[in-house]
């Protein structure tokens, strides 16, 4: 029987979004770093999945990892906002076409009204999210953009192994839309390509007999990546598609969407399993 293909996606396993212990965080410059966004679990959620690659990784046949990839001032950082009073706009305020126009959040360059007026009508038209400011993360060239060291370790052992390599997909770095996905942008910019729709990782994706989902955050670049891979999958094969939910977790305050998030795929016919589960089938597969 012929080998199955198997293919394990890490959804941006990176410092920012892991909540590591203070002992894990280097000191870079005299400066001793944290993670911007940590989500609670998902340093044990990497571990799992380092763990899985070590266990199985002969029985996988690619893996792909996304990577958050972002500007510092990006519209959804609060570097690119103000109040109307001039004053800070913080971290995890959301904010609405409604609250621009009513000069409430503005902008600090006066001249991206109109685009950012633009962007969150077509945004809040879509009705998947309303838009959020969040910290400052995975900004290019940061050790919070890094790969937690425990999954780099184990998928560097597997590259050398199989002397193959990790596909990555990066996303984000157009500082004008908010990114979610690895398969596109919330609102595609016209002028983008990277923010467009990405039919190479979907035909990569679609070459599998089994799709292995991982990563962070369950309730957001997990959840939006696998709802756009979903949308672009023939509706009769959505079993091929597996979810590891002991290797995601949600962002603090987003339960209940995760929750939703798994209920729906699970009803659409997507398999929900974790690492100790799929294990024996990679072990099969080998």
């Known amino acids: 029987m012929a080998k199955q293909r198997i293919h394990l996606v890490i959804i941006d396993p990176q410092n920012d979004f892991c909540d590591l212990p203070a002992a894990d965080c280097p000191v870079i410059g005299g400066v001793h770093q944290a993670p911007a966004l940590p989500v609670a679990g998902a340093d044990a959620d990497l571990w799992r999945v380092a763990e899985l690659i070590r266990a199985g990784g002969a029985g996988l046949s690619d893996i792909s990892l996304t990577l958050d990839a972002h500007q510092r001032v990006d519209i959804a950082h609060p570097t690119f906002w103000r109040q109307g009073d001039g004053s800070a706009v913080g971290a995890f305020t959301q904010i ?94 016209a002028d983008d390509a990277d923010t467009q729709l990405n039919a190479g990782f979907l035909a990569s994706l679609a070459t599998a007999d089994l799709v292995l989902f991982t990563g962070e955050a369950g309730s957001h670049c997990v959840r939006a990546t696998v709802e756009h891979v979903v949308e672009n999958w023939p509706a009769g094969e959505l079993g091929r598609l597996v979810l590891l939910t002991d290797c995601m977790s949600a962002v603090g305050g987003f339960e209940a969407q995760y929750a939703e998030f798994l209920d729906d795929m699970r009803q659409r016919g997507l398999r929900l399993s974790t690492a100790q589960a799929v294990l024996p089938e990679l072990l099969a597969n080998c």
């Open 96 to 189: 609405r076409a409604a609250d621009v126009r009513g000069g409430r959040f503005l902008p600090r360059r006066a001249e991206a009204l109109p685009r950012v007026l633009a962007y969150l009508e077509a945004l809040e038209a879509a009705g998947r999210y309303v838009h959020m400011v969040w910290p400052v993360h995975c900004e290019i060239g940061t050790w919070g953009h890094s790969v937690h060291a425990a999954v780099r370790a184990a998928y560097n052992a597997w590259e050398e192994a199989n002397a193959a390599v990790v596909t990555k997909v990066f996303k984000g770095s157009n500082p004008w839309t908010e990114h979610f996905s690895a398969i596109q942008a919330e609102v595609p910019d």
